[in-house]
Nanobody
Framework: QVQLVESGGGLVQAGGSLRLSCAAS????????MAWYRQTPGKQRELVAA???????SYADSVKGRFTISRDNAKNTVYLQMNSLKPEDTSVYYC?????????????WGQGTQVTVSS
């Protein structure tokens, strides 16, 4: 089992910045990749950014150039630096950890943290 605890959400004006943190504990040795998703009411949860165990990263087109995902292995923590925030970035952000094998996939989720961007 993997436990994820997010922090860093809040209210910010458009153009501002926030940094989200996700601290992992438990069976972290099994994690292949970590990611941030977001979900707004009435919409599907969408992938925002991901980072693999080797360090490669990927981003949704809507956040490229504005958001940066990173990890601190010593602290078992993943970060999402969000700059130039827009009102459409308003959402609940969820941390995800994936344990993927040849014939299985386990996904672990944090509790979510609200990000609100005012215009």
């Amino acid at each position: 089992q993997v436990q994820l605890v997010e922090s860093g959400g809040g209210l910010v004006q458009a153009g501002g910045s926030l940094r989200l943190s996700c601290a992992a504990s438990g069976s972290i040795f099994s994690i292949n990749a970590m990611a941030w998703y977001r979900q707004t009411p009435g919409k599907q949860r969408e992938l925002v950014a991901a980072i693999a165990s080797g360090g490669s990263t990927s981003y949704a087109d809507s956040v490229k150039g504005r958001f940066t995902i990173s990890r601190d292995n010593a602290k078992n923590t993943v970060y999402l630096q969000m700059n130039s925030l827009k009102p459409e970035d308003t959402s609940v952000y969820y941390c995800n950890a994936a344990d993927v094998g040849a014939d299985y996939e386990y996904n672990y989720w944090g509790q979510g943290t609200q990000v609100t961007v005012s215009s």
